[in-house]
């Protein structure tokens, strides 16, 4: 019953890699989707946002103004720290009962924590395999240009707004490189795969 972290910088891979896990069998949870799920309407979460950054940030149906926070706290160091605060805990607890669940339903079951801000938030945690989605920040900003559509400056503050490349490869297991085509990725996650139970065995052990 493995439980892995599966990280990476924006436009790093990460979202193909847990696909091509959860087709092998892997429960996958989404951190972004458990961000969404705590912060729906009438929740704690959202009712502490709006008290700390003002009802502006809810939208006329109750919703949370996404757009509207991001830039709120987009490069305001004390302001994103506010609200990891509110968000964190939460987020933490949820996984939790998530992975609970998975393992619950299947003792034997390989859960994926899929989550960009692992370093950020989550490092400490038990994990028993750390796996990093490693593409060079050149490629990742041409992917935010040429895919997302985000212009040269918001795709360059968008990759510097994130702990640098060093930081992720310092808690890294295993390295998936993404920055050939899709298909050399997937072939990538599939050796994983197969190889799966050693790595974490190795990694539990201690033997390197």
């Known amino acids: 019953m493995p439980l892995v972290a599966l990280t990476g910088g924006i436009a790093s891979g990460k979202s193909t890699i847990a696909r091509r896990l959860a087709e092998h069998g892997a429960v996958v949870v989404d951190a972004d989707r458990i961000v969404r799920d705590v912060q729906a309407p009438g929740s704690p979460v959202l009712a502490a946002i709006a008290a700390e950054f003002g009802e502006r940030m809810l939208r006329p149906d109750g919703s949370l103004d996404r757009a509207g926070l991001g830039s709120r706290v987009f490069g305001d160091a004390d302001a994103v720290s506010r609200l990891n605060a509110i968000v964190h805990p939460a987020v933490q607890a949820e996984s939790a009962r998530r992975f609970a669940e998975a393992f619950a339903a299947d003792a034997d079951a390989v859960v994926v924590y899929d989550v960009p801000l692992l370093v950020e938030a989550r490092v400490g945690d038990p994990w028993e395999l750390i796996i990093v989605a490693q593409a060079p920040v050149e490629v990742r900003r041409r992917r935010l240009v040429e895919i997302r559509g ?32 899709i298909d050399d990725t997937l072939g990538r996650v599939d050796a994983l795969w197969a190889e799966l139970p050693r790595r974490v065995r190795e990694r539990t052990s201690g033997v390197s």
């Open 150 to 181: 985000m212009s040269e400056a918001d795709a360059a503050a968008r990759i510097a707004s994130q702990v640098d490349d060093d930081a992720r490869l310092a808690i890294a297991d295993v390295v998936i490189d993404t920055s050939g085509t």
